[in-house]
């Protein structure tokens, strides 16, 4: 197997026969999902998605692939294609169509609905170009074949890509349940077909390549959500992605069998929800639907909220729910629905929400005490019937953390891929097809960009270090007023802190301290004020250190006169 490495250089020029594969995101983490396929000095994208934000990034909204490859290159794009709907895999668009506004988006009826809605909020309009399953087309030198796949929001794809240089097949996120609620199954004969003409590369989700087995189907939670329902007593909230069409028409049929109405809350889940309906991917009986004022009207037994929020995300209408924070009062016997998976990383604030949640006197149901929600992603045994179906000469594992990479390239070794075809990259990392054999090639820069407010790219990862030390540590400011000609101290110095659990009448002891060594520094004929910066935030760091084992951040001032 191929392996990246950290002291990769740029690659060579891509042999005239030759295409390459540049992951700009979604490899080594869930989310942020963006391919750059370049054949003859032409590029291809697949999915342009968001990365959500850890802990440990306090202040972002969102992470974003990063464009610098394709800087100066955005002419070449032929197309956008977009598997589905999801924010991991469109979330990025409107921040692309910013530096070049006429990309054509591919993608399907509903898909590119869902992305319209969304450029609209950033008063961008695309130009867009509708596929669905089972046809084909061909932009510059990529011929184009589409296959549908079952996954947790309708109208998904997948895509081949033909040229010269071989077939790749990219799955987009797939499962294999075998009883959709929408009737629309993955194309296994299409991909059987395929396999049948040689497929030279595939790439394939890994989100769920550790979990044995096969999917459980959607419509095991229908029974689930039946018996939930009627053991209501009050009102009942679910909370699931704002995407997940076929999770919401299962609530609204559970509603309609119970007599109780149904209001969205969330502006996500209002917007997606009135595109799905529109187009007809969502059936609503009428009369079935109030608004949010309506419900609060109503008695709590007759009602249904489905609010956005599975995750924890601290400003969505669940998380301000839990912390009293929302017109919606959460009261004892309500009983809230956690409908979703939990994204890795989010489970400290998942857990919080459920907690608050409770001490409010709610039932909380949810995946690991109900059957309430099934995956989107094929878990190994589907994996391996995709591996066996395909026989791709070469493959390479997308869409996961670095476990689901490799325990996905495990399962491709198995049925009996060569280890030398087996790729396993991460962002950045440059992949060559080159007379049916995938190589590493070299790697491009791809960091993380961040969005942050209106600011895009700006926040760098030594800001996000200062912002964790503010968080952890507090700071310390000192306030010092020097003499531009001597050096001399003629003012202060004052010391002030903030969050940092140090009285600010404790500084009284390292005062005579940093006095001292300031009198000395200008005695040496030392007036140069980053100088002065320094001795203040050594003097005053060695005493924070050796007195309470913290590492504030120390801001000095030195004001010169």
Known sequence: MSYPHPELTPPAPLDHNGLRVIPLGGLGEIGRNMTVFEYGGRLLIVDCG???PEPDQPGVDLILPDFAYLEGRLDQVEALVLTHAHEDHIGAVPYLLRNRGDVLLVGSKLTLALVRSKLTEHRL????EE???GTTRTFGPFELEFFAVNHSIPDALAVAIKTPAGVVLHTGDFKMDQLPLD????????????????????????????VPGIVRSERDIAPVLDEVFANAAQRIIVACFASHVHRVQQVLDTAVKHR?????????????????RDLGYLHVPGGLLVDLREAEELPPRDVVLISTGSQGEPMSALSRMAGRDHPIRIAPGDTVILASSLIPGNETAVYRVINGLTRLGARVVHKESSLVHVSGHAPAGELLYVLNLV????????????????AHARLASLTGVPDDHIVIAEDGVVVDLVDGQASIAGAVPCGYVYVDGLTVGEVTESQLKDRRILGDEGFISVVMVVDSNTGKIVGGPEIHARGSGIDEGAFSEVLPKLQEALERAAAEGISDTHALRQLAR?????????????????????VEV
Request: hydrophobic share 40%.
């Open 538 to 558: 050594r003097v005053i760091g060695k005493w924070v250190s050796d007195n309470f084992r913290r590492r504030p951040m120390i801001i000095p001032v030195v």
């Open 260 to 276: 109780r109405k149904v209001a969205f809350v969330g502006r996500s889940m209002v917007r997606n929800m009135g595109v799905a």
């Open 125 to 128: 309009t695309p130009e867009t």
């Open 131 to 133: 596929v669905r399953e």
């Open 183 to 210: 009737g629309r199954l993955t194309d296994l004969a299409g991909f059987a077909r395929l396999g049948g003409e040689g497929v030279d590369l595939l790439l394939s989700d890994s989100t769920n390549a550790e």
């Open 391 to 406: 026989k791709p000469r070469n493959f390479m594992p997308v869409h996961g953390e670095w476990r689901h990479l490799r």
């Open 50 to 52: 968001v990365l959500f």
